[in-house]
Nanobody, 124 residues
Framework: QVQLVESGGGLAQGGGSLTLSCAAS????????MAWFRQAPGKEREFVAG????????YYADSVKGRFTISRDIAKNTLYLQMNSLKPEDTGVYYC?????????????????WGQGTQVTVSS
């Protein structure tokens, strides 16, 4: 199983920015589709953004389009989520996930590998 470790969470003000990182331990990182999910207390885990295993095609939830950018650095085995124009509704625990499937779907069951999560809190 690939190990994923998120970092970069913290407290931001509304309209501010944060960048999350997800470091993968496996050299086969480049062969996996990756995604970010988030979960607020008492809520279901929801898809935020995904990136395809080839040519880095990206996908975004409607709620974050135009504000968040998912990217990957193959050399560093690291996935990123650049979050701009943050809103209080973006608050939650953010998880990175990986799958060896061809495309990043928006359902949690598509991803067998998960990080431990990193807390993002956005104030008003």
């Amino acid at each position: 199983q690939v190990q994923l470790v998120e970092s970069g969470g913290g407290l931001a003000q509304g309209g501010g920015s944060l960048t999350l990182s997800c470091a993968a331990s496996e050299p086969t990182f480049s062969n996996y589709c990756m995604a970010w999910f988030r979960q607020a207390p008492g809520k279901e885990r929801e898809f935020v953004a995904g990136i395809k295993r080839s040519r880095s095609t990206t996908y975004y939830a409607d709620s974050v389009k135009g504000r968040f950018t998912i990217s990957r650095d193959i050399a560093k085995n690291t996935l990123y989520l650049q979050m701009n124009s943050l809103k209080p509704e973006d608050t939650g625990v953010y998880y990175c996930a990986a799958t060896d499937q061809v495309v990043p779907r928006t359902i949690t069951t598509w991803y067998p590998y998960w990080g431990q999560g990193t807390q993002v809190t956005v104030s008003s």
